[in-house]
DNA sequence: GTTAATTAGTTAGCATAGCTAACTATATTT
DNA sequence: AAATATAGTTAGCTATGCTAACTAATTAAC
């Protein structure tokens, strides 16, 4: 039951899986994107907003290797939030590069598209039980691992 | 543990899920879709397909909800859809509606998507444990049931 | 030290995908 | 018969993805 690798899958239990998380991801962006649309931001920018508060200045190249873009996606996000006052740009040594930062009004953004969707999540959890919610947690991180192996 | 329903949640607990779902469902389907480039078509296009092929015909309306977009939205992922002879019209007793319908080429392609995705799972499995493997079963199941409570 | 190669970011142009508002055509209700 | 409701499309906006080609700055080569 916990063997530790298992190198090989049923092909149809891989392909249901594969099928279930592209779905759910799917329709879960898709739900989260209306609530993130009354604050003025698309999940693109939120999300790379999301990198600059928690993660940190850096470059545009690096922004873009963290959220798994191209540079010209980057840079036409960056532009975004930059018009919407939640990211501002800081010279460096380098005069090529920039270092990018979230602006307080950025941090404040980010905040408040957290409550909303963790406020979303809270009406939703009424009825699941904490085993699906650790369920969840688990396979986020899980997600996450995989998407770091895929790329 | 196992107490069957939460009505309360720790605050910072629900935090960290909501951001890790949301930050997972996005990265997720940034790789996934790089494959699905490569078969010409787009994310959206390949989620309602899939509901064409697996949930039988439809109307662009009922298609429009089962997608969770609107139906103008729908129109023109349709039209993308037939344009590739990847799905056909049919018409009804009723002249408003239309019945849409996966044809043999759709139902290829979509089957060709689900094996490159999975093809990159399974790769991406070979050093996962069967532990994690159920947890993203599980996890998608429940963000599943999560997108139905919150729509 | 000047030239060549590399690196960072932008611009231009294309496609997909989301929305609302306003339209056409058909069905249904009054 | 006329008003209303329903199905889908069209038009026009924004955001996000890409590649190709560009500018500017730095680093490497000679």
């Not at 594969?18 to 604050?39: E, F, G, K, W, Y």
């Not at 963790?118 to 959890?125: F, G, K, P, T």
């Amino acid at each position: 039951m916990a063997k530790r690798n298992s190198k090989i899958l049923p092909g149809a239990e891989a392909y249901r899986i594969a099928d279930l998380l592209h779905s759910a991801a799917i329709h879960l962006l898709r739900t989260v994107r209306a609530q993130d649309r009354s604050a003025g931001i698309g999940p693109a920018q939120l999300s790379a907003l999301s990198v600059l508060v928690f993660g940190g200045p850096r470059s545009l190249k690096e922004l873009a290797e963290a959220e798994q873009v191209r540079p010209p996606t980057m840079s036409r996000i960056v532009v975004g939030l930059e018009r919407a006052r939640l990211v501002r740009r800081k010279v460096t040594d380098d005069k090529r590069r920039m270092l990018l930062e979230a602006t307080a009004r950025g941090v404040k953004i980010l905040q408040e598209g957290r409550r909303k969707r963790v406020e979303m999540l809270v009406r939703a959890l009424q009825e699941v039980s904490e085993d699906e919610l650790r369920a969840a947690a688990t396979a986020a991180e899980f997600m996450r691992k995989l998407v770091g192996k895929l790329s």
